[in-house]
């Protein structure tokens, strides 16, 4: 490769089918630079928050280009930023339309539901579209899978919906292809359920977000896909209901149960307020918190008969204020899509803080309560003010509480508001900063709140045996990267 070779690596830009999407910023002048415009979108992330300046953009189409092309990265000093669907929330990345088709991107997926899939442009929709059709599902399942990549999702170690039931990335990945910041391939497109061979190397690229290699090629489990999907919404009048009706459902429902979501009153109003059109409040009167249970089982009159019994017993002994049950699946769409849209609503409302949190259930809404009163008590909550709301939701199943504190605009003096107090609340809990969302650049230097100083310099003990020369994802993720 040659300074001749980048520009026309450069020039892909103007192609449609993207396969990996490679940022390269560079202060080597000598290296053409493409138009300023076509970069803006992949310098710009989701929540429009985080800003970068690569001057150029590369979409390698193998797993070769893309080696070739971190190995002249490697030579130069070059340094490489992995993208993917750019639908991270922690400033990681930048995104590309992807317009390839899945049909011919999925190599296996047989008796054992395994899928191999070279990553490049496959969106996780796509490829749940694709194994669907063979009676799989992906495990994972997130408001983002019409946008994010599955090399994305596993850089991420991306949770979502149904972590609940299917677990995580960790557990569902049996192999990775990934192209080391040298420009070596570490082949590791393993099918193996089990594999007791050495250290498992896979597991450090998995939430690695790019800081250690680029990963162009996923083997992963895909379960069955269930024959049938129940989804019930209830309105609940205490957050100690939420609390105590999880185990409840999860005995009466045992294995068919894929998610137990809660979302509050102030989500409820936001996505009344702002989400995209068709999103209906399925309720008479207002609740204080909603929670969302969604069922997939193998037997629709078996699943129906368990849901129903359970749903007589809620109301009638009143675990639950008031409930709803979608009775087909548009109904299913539009009961989700309270949920799933509120990440959108928020977006729509101002500009967004977001937290993503682990902490013990019973202490998730203290800490909702406690940011608002925060505010309330200083004046600065309100129509006009400097946050407009501060909404509460997430996957009561994994324990994983989401924060949007939706404000007038982003400003160092709005973020002062807002942090060290809520990692420091976290860290006093016990809790972890990041659930699922991982570091990025918000969170790069604030990893000690939730990790010892020990694991961290073994962490960047590591990234200086992958990454020597310090060019991959620079300045996220770890302290001094
Ligand atoms: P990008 O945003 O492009 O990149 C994210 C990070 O991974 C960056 O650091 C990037 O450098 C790195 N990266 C990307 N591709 C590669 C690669 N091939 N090799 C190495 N590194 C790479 N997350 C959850 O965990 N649970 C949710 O429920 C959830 N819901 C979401 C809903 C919405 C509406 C949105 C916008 C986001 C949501 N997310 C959720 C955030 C989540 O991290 C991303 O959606 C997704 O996993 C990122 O994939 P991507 O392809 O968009 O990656
Ligand atoms: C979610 O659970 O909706 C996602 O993690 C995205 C978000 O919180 O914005
Ligand atoms: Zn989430």
Redesign the pocket.
């Known amino acids: 490769l040659n300074a001749d070779h980048v520009t026309s690596i450069a020039s892909l830009l103007s192609t449609p089918s993207s396969s ?2 490679t940022t390269i910023s560079t202060s080597d002048s000598s290296i053409p630079t493409a138009d300023a415009s076509d970069l803006e979108s992949f310098n710009t ?3 429009n928050k985080y800003k970068g300046q690569s001057p150029l953009i590369v979409k390698p189409k193998s797993t070769k280009e893309v080696a070739d092309v971190v190995k002249y990265c490697y030579e130069h000093g070059i340094a490489v ?10 400033g ?4 590309p339309k992807s317009t390839k088709e899945v049909a011919d991107v999925v190599k296996y997926c047989y008796e054992l539901g395994i899928a191999v899939v070279p ?1 490049g442009g496959n ?2 929709l796509m490829l749940d579209n694709h194994v669907g059709e063979k009676g799989y599902m992906m495990p ?6 019409g ?15 149904r ?1 609940l039931r299917y677990g995580s990335l960790h557990g569902n990945v049996l192999g990775l292809e ?1 192209v080391l910041p040298d420009g070596r391939i570490l082949d590791g497109l393993s099918t193996l359920r089990k594999d007791n061979t050495g250290f498992d190397l896979k597991q450090l ?1 998995i939430g ?4 250690i ?4 090629g996923v083997s992963i489990v895909t379960p069955r896909r269930p024959a049938a999907f129940n989804v019930s919404v209830f309105g609940l009048n205490s957050f100690e209901a939420v609390q105590k009706l999880f185990p409840k459902v999860k005995a009466s429902l045992g294995e068919i149960l894929s998610a137990f979501e809660f979302f509050d009153a102030h989500a409820m109003s936001l996505v009344k307020g702002h989400a995209t059109a068709g999103v209906k409040d399925p309720f008479e009167a207002a609740h204080p918190f909603y929670v969302l249970i969604e069922t997939g089982g193998s037997n629709k009159d078996h699943d129906d008969e368990k849901l129903s019994a359970l749903l007589e017993e809620l109301i009638e002994d009143e675990w639950v204020d008031d409930g709803v049950l979608a009775e087909n699946t548009t109904q299913i769409s539009q009961l989700w899509a309270l949920r ?1 849209s509120i ?2 609503a928020a977006g729509k409302a101002g500009r967004v803080y977001k937290y ?1 949190l682990s902490m013990p259930v019973e202490k998730m809404n203290e800490l909702v309560e406690e940011m608002r009163s925060r505010f309330e008590s200083k004046g600065i909550l309100g129509a006009d003010k400097m946050f407009s709301s501060v909404v509460g939701y997430g ?1 009561i199943g994994d324990g994983n509480l989401h924060i949007n504190i939706v404000a007038k605009e982003y400003s160092d003096e709005a973020e002062r508001e807002i942090e060290p107090f809520i990692y420091e609340w976290t860290s006093n809990v016990n809790g972890s900063i990041s ?4 570091l ?1 650049r918000m969170k790069a230097e604030k990893i000690g709140y939730s990790k010892s100083d020990e694991s961290v310099r073994i962490m960047q003990d590591l990234k200086k045996l992958f990454d020597p020369k310090g060019i991959f ?1 620079p300045h ?2 770890l302290p001094g990267a």
């Open positions: 990996l999407l992330d989701w929540m930023v992995p993208q993917g669907g750019n639908t991270g929330l922690v990681g990345g930048v995104p990553q969106t996780g994972l399942d997130l408001g983002a899978k946008s994010c990549h599955i090399g994305g999702n596993v850089a991420t170690n991306a949770g979502g919906l972590f990934v690229f690695s977000e790019g800081s290699g680029l990963i162009t799933e990440p959108e993503d996957h659930a699922e969302h991982g990025g994802n996220k993720y």
